[in-house]
């Protein structure tokens, strides 16, 4: 399934890099740096959460789901630590240090970035439409 999601999401940033000489080295640039950035962080997310998920399965809570018992008491989940995850933090600031060094040489342009992160959304969207016809 990675595999398929992340044959769409090329497909679609090829598309950008072919439209390119239409709109300038500025607009690859963007766009590739803010695809790049959106693949760490939707890489960064999956590790984090496939990971607490595991984390949880492994600590037993879910093994008696058919029986219920009012005297045991739940665990509270850290899904916190899920959401603030060392590894999708470092991603987001590795995407600021990008937006930020673009700016500083005047090399940002919004819509080009934009549109390297909107690959993602869609690339999604397009295989769940793709997989809902199967």
Known sequence: M???VLKIYLILDLL???ITPFLGLKWLLNSQIAFVCALLIIFAAHK???RRINL???SG??????????DEEKKK??????FFAPLK???YAFMALCIYILA???LFWIVGFLAGTSIIPIGTLIFLLKSKEI
Do not use: A
């Open 56 to 58: 949880e399965l492994l």
């Open 16 to 18: 950008l890099v072919l």
């Open 104 to 106: 500083k040489f005047n």
């Open 48 to 50: 984090s959460y496939k």
């Open 77 to 82: 989940s850290r899904f916190s630590f899920t």
């Open 89 to 91: 933090m470092l991603s």
């Open 2 to 4: 990675i595999k398929k």
């Open 61 to 70: 809570k879910y093994d008696n789901l058919g029986e219920f018992d009012d």
